[in-house]
């Protein structure tokens, strides 16, 4: 079936710092892929959605500085977090949307910034 | 009012119970559901589609109430491996976009 290989699965980084995690489509096509931000026992919350060769659509109260997104090929998403503070901190997840319908996600991130 | 709205549980049951629980939603534009999986730490899973006649898919049973906007699932003769937050999801018509409510969590205990 349909695969997104998430990276990295986990990474603690310093404070101010940026970080980058990738979403890769192994065996399909992703000309979307939805980026979600899940805190402990709440819901997965879409940050933004990203088209393949154009650029995103944040959702409100996401700001797009500092949560970059490139959707530079239909196999490669990217979220760069810049300038990282202890807020910051949770789980990412990304979903690429297949064929319209099918939705598969990576297995996240877990970031944690001290 | 959050989009979608669950019991976050826990419900703690006893291996081969039945244990049912339900998901709202506010927009009645809504069109497609959903219930996943979700293990701690881990991504969600589909676990099954729901349709407006309800189906079924093994021990585990949907429901749409489109009238009432909610929707269930039940699962029967509940195992270990059944211990997981499950998912709540909506899609809005002429939009990809999923809404997640916050889980509902299920223990199954020996």
């Known amino acids: 079936g349909a695969v997104v290989s998430q990276h990295p699965s986990r990474v603690i980084c310093k404070s101010g710092t940026s970080v980058k995690i990738e979403c890769r489509s192994l065996d399909f096509q992703a000309t979307t892929m939805f980026w979600y931000r899940q805190f402990p026992k709440q819901s997965l919350m879409l940050m933004a959605t990203s088209n393949e060769g154009s650029k995103a659509t944040y959702e409100q109260g996401v700001e797009k500085d500092k949560f970059l997104i490139n959707h530079a090929s239909l196999t490669l998403s990217t979220l760069t977090v810049t300038s990282a503070h202890p807020e910051d901190s949770s789980f990412y997840i990304c979903s690429a949307l297949q064929g319209g319908y099918g939705y598969t996600f990576g297995s996240g991130t877990r970031l944690t910034v001290v | 009012r959050k989009e979608v709205e669950q019991d976050p549980g826990p419900f703690n049951v006893p291996e081969g119970a039945t244990v049912a629980f339900n998901c709202t939603y506010s927009n009645s534009a809504s069109q497609s559901f959903f219930w996943y999986r979700q293990d701690c730490r881990k991504e969600p899973k589909l676990l099954m589609s729901v349709y407006s006649s309800g189906n079924e898919d093994g021990r585990f049973t949907a429901q749409l109430n489109r009238a009432s906007q909610y929707i269930s699932l039940l699962i029967r003769d509940s195992k270990l491996s059944d211990s997981a937050t499950y998912l709540c999801?909506?899609?809005?018509?002429?939009?990809?976009?999923?809404?997640f409510g916050a889980g509902t969590t299920v223990t199954v205990r020996a």
């Open positions: 999801v909506v899609r809005y018509f002429n939009d990809y976009k999923l809404s």
